[in-house]
């Protein structure tokens, strides 16, 4: 064995170590509270890196479960996606599919929307009505922080403590953003922003820096100010008849989706520091308000 296999060896050990230990804080938080959806996610990705698709399978099953009964369509529908690799010879995935799809078929049929915003046909692509969740997603930043993990811009501790701090914030009842980069810099991380450029390049996703943009109120009220706070996403300006959007997670494809989704047009991705992503949203919940109360 080479070197650099022995190191490359080394080091898998140690991040499955860490994830192990992320595991078992998250296993403790499901025995206090077993329908912990952030817990779920999370153990359904963790397990899923490992390789252990039982309990990857077992942790999604349960979430579902959970999502059902909550009537969270948007989330059951992006479940259904993971867990169809599993259908085909188990018959509880199976089951749960059937469920969701009921769930789906209702909501369509009585306009029932639960945890989500409702597009109006005329600002979707092709004119097709679609519903968006509004919800933080535990799993996306999970994979944006074990996406750093593997490339070797944190470290096993580091990983351990943004996976530490995601749960908490996730769990708090308040409405701020959540991601990766938020709880970066929050803990004075030295290297965010050669992880930015890192994650700017590797996601195809520019540097920008949307305060220093004269924020127009027809632009940045596209989106519903719970979806940028919430997803992590702002339209701050429009190109044309595109849009030109500053996300927090470049590597959530799902995100920018829905982003087009809400706003009905093409988008345009950008990447930017968490404090420039709050001060702007700070600008924009000013200018609503101000536009709310001259129309009053």
Not at 78 to 87: C, D, T, V
Request: hydrophobic residues 40%; contains cysteine; aromatic residues 6%.
């Amino acid at each position: 064995m080479t070197e650099s296999q022995k190191k490359n060896k080394d080091l898998k050990k140690d991040v499955e170590e860490e994830v192990w230990s992320a595991i078992s804080a998250f296993e403790q938080i499901l025995e206090a509270m077993p329908n912990d959806r952030a817990s779920l996610e999370a153990l359904s990705h963790a397990y899923e890196q490992i390789g252990d698709h039982v309990r990857a399978k077992d942790y999604m099953l349960r979430l579902g479960n959970v999502l059902i009964n909550e009537g969270d369509v948007e989330a059951a529908r992006q479940l259904r996606e993971k867990i169809e690799q599993y259908a085909e010879k188990d018959p509880a995935v199976q089951e749960l599919i059937a469920r969701i799809e009921k769930l789906i078929h209702d909501q369509g049929k009585d306009g029932a929307l639960a945890h989500g915003a409702e597009v109006q046909p005329e600002q979707v692509p092709g004119g097709v009505g679609e519903r968006v969740s509004m919800n933080f997603n535990m799993a996306d930043e999970l994979s944006f922080a074990w996406n750093l993990l593997e490339a070797n811009e944190l470290t096993q501790e580091e990983y351990a403590s943004v996976v530490q701090d995601l749960t908490e914030m996730s769990a708090e009842d308040t409405i701020v953003p959540i991601s990766v980069l938020h709880v970066l810099e929050g803990r004075g991380f030295k290297n965010l922003e050669k992880i930015i450029a890192a994650v700017s390049k590797e996601c195809d996703t520019p540097i920008i820096s949307p305060s220093s943009f004269e924020l127009q109120p027809k632009a940045v009220s596209i989106l519903p100010m719970n979806f940028m706070v919430r997803r992590g996403a702002i339209l701050f300006e429009s190109l044309g008849k595109d849009g030109l959007v500053v996300v927090m997670n470049p590597y959530n494809k799902q995100l920018r989706k829905d982003v087009e989704t809400l706003a009905g047009r093409k988008c345009h991705f950008f990447i930017t520091i968490p404090s420039e992503f709050d001060k702007t949203l700070e600008k924009i919940a000013e200018m609503l308000a101000e536009k709310a109360s001259s129309e009053e």
